[in-house]
């Protein structure tokens, strides 16, 4: 294991592997697949990182399916045969579709040669979700493009796929999802699309890695506790306690002229009877998220209740503060302060 660790860190970047022992183990018990990943590691770190790519020769690729082989075999029986019994019509019927198979490998391949392919920039998501791409085909030729799929590279199962036709001299969105496990700043994987338009004979395919990055917020907790006690403003002993619906107690009788957005509705519903938040009273107090009051030792522990606090107070439309190791975000409301929390629980 010394020898191949070793090797290892001697090796090229695309033959390191941070496992050593796990590489040999793999590569002894799965040779094929073990050289078919590195393979493809290598080759796909080759690749350009762009937003947008055209489809040229230089990156489009195609090969013949297992349809295309089985012409190809059934076209050489039909050769031997009309060779040996010279047959005319035999002759006829072998280049005749021979010629068909020609044709559509030209069709096929200039059904994906020229698209341009877009990536617009992915939303934020939380992670265990599905994060969903959005891709725009363009294209500017005056024929329909028809029968072209895209999915993501490592997930290329029949359900992943989304199989879209591009307009003449228009574009089309096609959207597809990946499903980031854990929480962060991720690059979105490589990304392929491909068509057997017409006959299916011919496979027709390009990788493409896009440069555009998805932040990954962590997974709110599903069943959080209440809501952390607020904390005075200018320091004092008073403390305001928040109940089992995450709302503070400060709260008063309703008075002619209070807007609508005052009122607790949820007392209401419990007592039949108008009450209002106390605005003065809340003046006086502030929610903070602190990392220190979640009560779990885990981090991402921690960081995923901090997270469902985040979406219960902006859903109650509160004020609030985030406190972090060595970072803190000052009190306010809105998506904009949402967000701005999340990405903060995202990085930190």
């Known amino acids: 294991m010394r020898d191949v660790a070793r090797s290892n860190r001697s090796a090229p970047w695309w033959r390191r592997c941070p496992c050593p022992e796990a590489a040999v183990n793999t590569a002894v018990l799965h040779p094929v697949g073990y050289v078919r990943r590195r393979f493809r590691q290598w080759w796909q770190a080759r690749l350009p990182l762009t937003d947008t790519m055209t489809l040229t020769q230089r990156n489009v690729y195609i090969l013949p399916t297992r349809p295309g082989f089985m012409l190809g075999a059934t ?127 011919f496979r027709v395919w390009t990788v493409w890695r896009p440069a555009a990055q998805v932040l990954v917020y962590p997974a709110p907790e599903l069943q959080p506790p209440p809501l952390p006690p607020g904390e005075p403003r200018g320091g004092g002993a008073a403390v305001l306690r928040a109940q089992n619906s995450g ?51 885990d981090r991402e522990a921690r960081l995923s209740r901090l997270a469902a606090w985040v979406l219960q107070a902006d859903r109650l439309g509160q004020d609030y503060g985030l406190r972090l190791p060595g970072l803190q975000v000052a009190p306010g409301a809105g998506e904009a302060h949402k967000r701005r929390c999340l990405e903060a629980l995202a990085l930190c």
Not at 264 to 284: F, G, I, N, P
């Open 247 to 297: 709302e503070f107690e400060g709260v008063r009788a309703y008075r002619r002229g209070d807007p609508l957005k005052l009122v607790v509705w949820k007392k209401v519903a419990k007592s039949d009877e108008l009450v209002s938040r106390d605005t003065l009273q809340a003046q006086r107090m502030e929610l903070w998220l602190d990392d220190q009051q979640c009560g779990v030792a």
């Open 75 to 201: 076209l050489l029986v039909l050769l031997v045969g009309s060779i040996n019994y010279q047959l005319n019509l035999g002759y006829l019927l072998t280049f005749l579709l021979a010629g068909c198979a020609v044709v559509g490998m030209h069709v096929c391949h200039a059904t994906l040669r020229g698209l341009t392919l877009a990536l617009m920039p992915p939303a934020p998501q939380f992670a265990g979700a599905s994060a969903p791409l959005s891709v725009v085909l363009g294209n500017t030729r005056k024929s329909v493009r028809y029968g072209i799929g895209l999915a993501v590279l490592d997930t290329t199962h029949e359900d992943h796929w989304s199989w879209t036709d591009v307009p003449a001299q228009g574009s089309c969105t096609v959207q597809v999802a990946f499903r980031p496990e854990r929480r962060g700043l991720h690059r979105v994987p490589p990304l392929t699309a491909e068509t057997r338009f017409p006959l299916g004979t």
